[in-house]
């Protein structure tokens, strides 16, 4: 599939799997409901835990209502881009359908020039990995298409990833606490 094609599918609401800077992602527009939800249920993922959302710039946190002070745009610039997402506050009701109620979401900037190309051009992106909750994480596009089938969209092959998920780190009084060690 042609870039554009791609960005073409993602703007209209279409899901599928692609290679991350991580591993491969179940991917759709974070800024519609019914994508994410159509992502939940094809991950069999619990309703109430968020997905991470990929970025493709630190000014896409503006969407979300999300304004970094000093001390956390130190803290976001020290790990991004990289394979680190960063939990920030999102209280805001219009993204329920994102934090679940939480008040928080993360966020990542990939380490990937080709990706964050795609976010700019997409808007942000939920992309929790592309397996079924409790499986083994798609190294493979053959393994993602044992997974979903023809229920998702599109599917673009990336080769053999075998990365670890992104590490997740939540902001505190401007401190990083990690929440989840990856790579």
């Not at 008040?103 to 939920?126: H, I, N």
């Not at 079924?132 to 596009?141: L, M, T």
Request: proline share 8%; hydrophobic share 35%.
């Amino acid at each position: 599939m042609m870039q554009d094609e791609l960005i073409n599918q993602l703007r209209k609401g279409k899901v599928g799997v692609l290679p991350t800077d991580t591993l491969y992602g179940l991917v759709g527009s974070a800024m519609l409901k019914p994508v994410v939800e159509r992502i939940y249920k094809l991950k069999q993922r619990d309703p109430d835990k968020p997905m991470i959302i990929l970025v493709g710039s630190v000014d896409d946190l503006r969407i979300f209502n999300i304004h970094l002070g000093e001390g956390e745009a130190r803290v976001v610039k020290q790990y991004w881009p990289g394979p680190v997402s960063i939990v920030l506050p999102c209280p805001d009701e219009k993204f329920l359908h994102l934090h679940r109620g939480g008040e928080t979401l993360a966020f990542r900037l990939p380490d990937d020039s080709q990706l964050t190309e795609l976010l700019k051009q997409t808007g942000p992106l939920v992309a929790p990995s592309a397996n079924p909750e409790g499986e083994p994480v798609a190294e493979d596009i053959e393994t993602a298409k044992r997974y979903f089938g023809d229920d998702v969209d599109f599917y673009i092959d990336g080769g053999t990833l075998t990365g670890q998920p992104s590490t997740v780190i939540e902001l505190r009084d401007g401190k990083a606490v990690i929440r989840r060690q990856g790579r």
